[in-house]
């Protein structure tokens, strides 16, 4: 792929690292256009195919970019006869499981590589793993030039949804008691491994068959995604991490101050303080610098990838204690640039070991920070994307 005309198209929508994205392309030399609008289904959406192939036809792009993937920007570029360039920053993507992922235009970028190699097995040709990434000069001139960091002092702060709106909830009441105890005991084998998912696993032929009396699946024609993916991801994975978190706040501040950043309905969190939400370009980096302990619950629907939290926090200098991953190890020493945990009990332990060990808390804080400035800004993970791009 050549970059003749140095301009693309860019889908703007409410993904956090979009800007981030966005400045590194103006900083490569690329001319932006931009074009958001709300859309109900990923897969299609007439108005919006025909409005995105008249702006496709009235300009000479190198190619549209998305963060995560769009059927229905797919079928426009292929119709187009434009490259579409998407990169991943959840997991799993439905809107990948759809006959769209095939089209010859597509250039797909994955920050999980377990999904990587789902998809490159089914036979997607143009698709890479690329893990996610920070802006560490952005978040150092917020944090120079801040006159409230005061105001962002913590001894645990955790930032994030706590999913108490998950769907689980209200479906439960209509499941039969077989299948909620089922389910829920699913569930509990869930939150209790730490760095792998067994949640599609669990859900084996039987209990689909008896979910389908119960759970409707909503999906387009040319969909491939199944009863399984669906409701383990946006079902139950929502539902666990709500109660994991949950479990986990509530264990920790029987011994310490915690703190919590969201924009969820914290009443149940007795004790605990709540901040209130954070924007996350202005205040959220203050937060990650001024707490001493930052914590990072990883959904169980990332299966083995890093999630954009554990950039941002070590981007912003911040101590972090990590849920396990697979794919932390390939890039970072744990007890020397983060501290990985596993279950409650070592939460518990190594919260309660590090707060009571200052400097060596500060060296690793300061370990992964240099790690990140060093081999993970979004200028290496373009440039890289772009060439592969040259390289087809």
Known sequence: ??????????????????????QTFLALGFEIDVVAQHLPSYDEDENFAARLIKMLQDRA???????????????????????????????????????????????????????????????????????????????????????????????????GSLYERNSYDSLMPTF???????LDCAMEAQMNISGGNLLERLLTDDICIRLQQHYHLEKSERSFSDLRLIFATNVLGFKVAKEQRCSYLLELV????????TNSNTHD????????????????????YGSRV??????????????????????????????YQPELELYFEPDKDLVVFE?????????????????????IAKNGYEKVKLNHSYNQRIDQMLNELQNI
């Open 61 to 159: 792009y190198d190619f549209v970019f998305t963060i995560n993937y769009f059927g229905v920007i797919s079928d426009a570029c292929e119709q187009a006869g434009i490259p579409y360039v998407s990169w991943s920053c959840d997991s799993p993507l439905i809107s990948m499981y759809h006959e769209s992922v095939y089209n010859a235009c597509n250039y797909i970028f994955l920050f999980d590589k377990s999904s990587y190699l789902f998809f490159k097995e089914l036979g997607v040709e143009h698709i890479w793993y690329l893990p996610l990434a920070v802006d560490v000069q952005r978040i150092d001139h917020i944090l120079q030039n801040a006159v409230d960091l005061k105001l962002y002092q913590n001894e645990i702060s955790f930032v």
């Open 294 to 323: 930052n914590l990072n619950f990883t959904i169980p629907n990332i299966k083995s990838g890093i999630p954009l939290r554990v950039w941002d926090v070590l981007g912003a200098g911040g101590f972090l204690i990590t849920n």
């Open 176 to 182: 039969p008691p077989y299948l909620q105890g089922y």
């Open 269 to 288: 969190l007795i004790k605990i303080d709540y901040r209130g939400s954070v924007d996350y370009w202005t205040q959220m980096p203050k937060v990650f």
């Open 1 to 22: 792929m050549n970059f003749n005309n140095k301009r693309i198209l860019m889908y703007k929508w409410r993904a956090y690292n979009y800007l981030d994205v966005y």
């Open 254 to 261: 029987k011994k310490h101050p915690v703190s919590i950043y």
């Open 343 to 363: 279950g409650k009990q070592d939460l518990t332990q190594k919260v309660s070991y590090y707060l009571e060990h200052e400097e060596l808390r500060k060296k």
